[in-house]
């Protein structure tokens, strides 16, 4: 069974900084693309960031382009994600999911616990 979990949220001031972690345990996404995903209060969960299985290839949501960095260490089967020059519109439960190389659909059905970022002053 595949286990999803982010980490690494909290809660930080406009312009700060984060940087999420997402662990898959259970079994390896090997050859997979992986994302992250976000979902605020009242709102649907939305695409964030996807990259491929190398890393050579990356994608952003143009809300965070130029502001977050996606990044995984096949390693560890970790995918992370650093944000920067957060702004309170960043605010959501993040989560990650396997997602194809040119599409932002979540492949697996179930997602993880997410983990909370809150960006306020």
């Known amino acids: 069974q595949v286990q999803l979990v982010e980490s690494g949220g909290g809660l930080v001031q406009p312009g700060g900084s984060l940087t999420l972690s997402c662990a898959a345990s259970?079994?390896?996404?090997?050859?997979?693309?992986m994302g992250w995903f976000r979902q605020a209060p009242g709102k649907e969960r939305e695409f964030v960031a996807r990259?491929?299985?190398?890393?050579?290839?990356?994608s952003y949501a143009d809300s965070v382009k130029g502001r977050f960095t996606i990044s995984r260490d096949n390693a560890k089967n970790t995918v992370y994600l650093q944000m920067t020059s957060l702004k309170p519109e960043d605010t959501a439960v993040y989560y990650c999911?396997?997602?194809?190389?040119?599409?932002?659909?979540?492949?697996?059905?179930?997602w993880g616990q997410g983990t909370q970022v809150t960006v306020s002053s």
């Open positions: 259970g079994r390896t996404f090997s050859g997979y693309a």
């Open positions: 999911n396997a997602v194809p190389l040119f599409s932002s659909t979540p492949l697996l059905g179930s």
């Open positions: 990259i491929s299985w190398s890393g050579s290839m990356t």
